[in-house]
């Protein structure tokens, strides 16, 4: 006797194709869909983020000492030996390649095709069904509930899903620049989520 694991459904096409539309993009997240399917994406860089931040200020202060240092030098008034200067172009060189290194992580992440990512959920519309980003069946949309939730991480308003089994997962995040969290709710009532 054999058995046999249940076919999950897959989707009618890429969340790349020309047919799929972004329903919302902000602070990261985005909710894009086709007229059978939607996937929810995090494009967020923290790590790359904070290193390009750090480095990028270390670079301005450092090359900024040094500037100060040359000109002090070339008037006559020294403030310590050459080789000081030395230290500090190399410090700023490092710092300059770090936060360059790390700009361009996150500008991989932003502009990569989205089939090269991991979905943090998939929903299968014709089925009203949310799974996560392996295709595994998590819960009917219409039991998940949506709400905005304040995180201790960030002072922007986030957009949390609940599963029946009270897991918790973050789909979006409001944005000074990019607007509220209204569109991102309107999204997900559109793809058959409860949402307060």
Wanted: proline content about 8%; glycine content about 10%.
């Amino acid at each position: 006797m054999t058995s046999s694991s249940p076919v999950m459904p897959q989707p009618d096409a890429s969340p790349d194709a020309a047919i799929a539309a972004v329903l919302v993009s902000s602070a990261g997240y985005e909710i894009v869909a086709t007229p059978g399917w939607a996937w929810v994406y995090d494009r967020r860089t923290r790590g790359p983020a904070i290193a390009a931040a750090v480095s990028g200020g270390i670079t301005f202060i450092v090359g900024m000492n040094a500037l100060i240092f040359v000109i002090l030098a070339l008037t006559g008034q020294p403030i310590a030996p050459w080789p000081v200067l030395a230290v500090e172009l190399g410090l700023a060189a490092l710092a300059g390649g770090i936060c360059r290194a790390a700009l361009k992580l996150r500008r991989d992440r932003a502009e990569a095709p989205r089939e090269q990512l991991s979905p943090l959920v998939q929903i299968d519309r014709d089925h009203g069904m949310v799974l996560d980003g392996r295709g595994q069946a998590l819960a009917p949309a219409a039991q998940v509930q949506a709400y905005r939730a304040m995180r201790i991480d960030s002072s922007a308003p986030s957009l949390m899903i609940r599963f029946p089994d009270n897991r918790r997962m973050e789909v979006a995040r409001g944005s000074l620049f990019g607007g509220g969290l209204e569109p991102a709710k309107g999204a997900l009532r559109e793809l058959g989520f409860s949402v307060q």
